[in-house]
């Protein structure tokens, strides 16, 4: 480990709301370690107010303990605006420009907070963001563990100094403790939640398409899982990194609750002004050998329905960015992306941020893309709210981290569940088109499922 650097105070911040805080932050080089380690490390202490981030190319990792600082809101209305104006006003007092690390605010956004929908979703609020008060980031083969205290107490040297103990005694734990096997949970029962309502929704979805009321509508359905006693985060999310290495990797604690997943889906990600964004809708599954796996990416390629689902995407993404941004490139053709389980149609779109527009913004403006809602946006909303009869929660959400210089990232939070005592609620949808029939798109959903299902041992047999 070396030299603690960087102590420091902002001093007094400016804003009202944060008038007698003071903002400590230290960060330390360590040696490598295990994300996951360090995320179990906080188990006893932290457990409730954890999470984790890693990016598809696995070049940069996060993991939050305890909380420094958290944005909540239940408000429907102007929540993007909120944590935006929120978040600017806490980096205008705490950000050191020297600093090599800086703060970073993690989170998300439900789906829909207009769903009334009673639901699982009990502890999760419409905007769930917190600055972590120990950070560790892993940024290409750097490891760097924050410590960050937003308080308005005056004797914050002591408490500063209780932080550095507890870091240095969770980092030894993290880097020395023995390596936890985790193993596979087994599901004791699994239910497919309201079956029929959802074949029949996709049914009359597709007339109201037909009969030009929308034009392509997002339908989901999940499923439920029961064990005998309530699942560790840190196995779910060993177990579900282990079946999708090439996908987003996400968890967030709201107290009892876990929600976490394994995402192909880029909302939108902006490094030094430059966005990038990733439309991804159509699929289908991998071949057996890889004569049939090739055939049938080009049927995807090939085929009217997929394409059409995929179009609607590219559409309105680069219809966002065209609001947003400058020198957008969309390439005129879709490219196959291969998971392990399911073959996807997808086109980047990247471009210049304008003057005056950010990261939450463009959250803001994409979410939810018609890969997860559809078009028009709130005629398909209304539409999910009235036919698909739960509440998404925050599954196919914007969930991410944002930092002091816009820079930042937003998954689409599919391939997705949700933990809660012990039982885990999965989710999976698919977009619905003027020719989706229920049978073809209930399968879609079983291939969409199949990682999660393998990841918390729920599989069923052959079908899933
Ligand atoms: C809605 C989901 O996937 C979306 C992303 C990719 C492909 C999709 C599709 O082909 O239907 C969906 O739009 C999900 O995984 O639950
Ligand atoms: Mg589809």
């Not at 600093?99 to 207009?114: K, R, Y």
């Not at 699982?120 to 950070?135: E, G």
């Not at 002091?404 to 977009?431: D, M, P, Q, W």
């Given at each position: ?5 960087q ?8 804003d ?12 330390i080089e ?22 984790f ?13 305890g ?16 944590v ?21 605010l993690f ?12 639901s ?12 972590p ?11 760097y563990?924050s ?24 980092i ?5 403790s ?7 949970p ?8 309201k ?14 398409i037909?009969?030009?009321?929308a ?35 996400f968890g967030?604690?709201?107290q ?5 997943g ?26 057996k050998?890889a ?62 941020l304008a003057q005056g ?31 698909e ?5 925050f ?11 816009g820079?930042?990232e ?23 088109v ?31």
């Amino acid at each position: 480990m070396m030299n603690p650097q960087q102590y420091s105070s902002a001093g007094k911040l400016k804003d009202t709301r944060y008038m007698a805080y003071q903002f400590f932050t230290e960060t330390i080089e360590v040696s490598r370690m295990s994300a996951l380690a360090f995320f179990e490390a906080g188990e006893g202490l932290f457990k409730g107010k954890r999470m984790f981030w890693q990016n598809r190319e696995k070049t940069f990792t996060l993991v939050g303990l305890g909380h420094a600082h958290v944005m909540s809101t239940p408000n429907s209305h102007g929540r993007f605006e909120e944590v935006k104006r929120e978040w600017q006003s806490l980096c205008r007092q705490i950000v050191n420009e020297e600093h090599e690390v800086q703060p970073i605010l993690f989170g998300g956004f439900s789906f829909d907070p207009l769903n009334n929908t009673q639901s699982v979703w009990t502890n999760f609020p419409q905007a769930y963001f917190a600055v972590p008060t120990f950070q560790l980031t892993i940024q290409d083969d750097r490891a760097y563990v924050s410590i960050h205290l937003i308080t308005k107490d005056d004797h914050s040297f002591n408490e500063f100094d209780a932080l550095r103990k507890e870091r240095d005694r969770l980092i030894h734990s993290a880097q020395v403790s023995e390596l936890k096997r985790y193993g596979k949970p087994v599901a004791v029962k699994l239910t497919e939640i309201k079956k029929e309502r959802y074949l029949e929704s996709i049914g009359q979805v597709t007339e109201i398409i037909k009969a030009k009321q929308a034009e392509k509508v997002v339908i989901a359905r999940a499923l439920k899982l029961q064990y005998d006693k309530p699942l560790s985060p840190a196995a779910a999310l060993y177990q579900i990194s282990e079946e999708q290495p090439e996908s987003f990797l996400f968890g967030m604690e709201a107290q009892n609750q876990f929600f976490f997943g394994a995402s192909p889906e880029r909302l939108v990600k902006v490094k030094d002004r430059q966005a990038l964004s990733t439309c991804l809708a159509g699929s289908i599954p991998r071949g057996k050998t890889a004569e049939q796996d090739a055939k049938l990416g080009e049927e995807l390629l090939q085929d009217k329905k997929n394409r059409s689902e995929h179009q609607y995407v590219v559409k309105m993404i680069s219809k966002v960015f065209n609001e947003h941004s400058t020198n957008i490139i969309v390439p005129k053709m879709p490219k196959l992306m291969k998971i392990r389980d399911i073959q996807h149609l997808y086109t980047p779109v990247e471009g210049e941020l304008a003057q005056g527009s950010t990261l939450l913004d463009l959250v803001k403006d994409l979410h939810p893309t018609p890969a997860l809602g559809g078009e028009p946006k709130q005629e398909a909303m209304s539409l999910i709210r009235q036919y698909e009869t739960m509440n998404r929660g925050f599954y196919a959400a914007p969930i991410g981290w944002i930092d002091a210089k816009g820079n930042g990232e937003f998954a689409v939070a599919i391939r997705s569940a949700l933990l809660s005592g012990k039982e885990a609620y999965l989710y999976a949808g698919g977009g619905i088109v003027e020719d989706s029939s229920p049978e073809s798109e209930y399968a879609e959903t079983w291939v969409k499922f199949r990682p999660m299902l393998r990841a918390l041992g729920g599989q069923l047999s052959d079908e899933s």
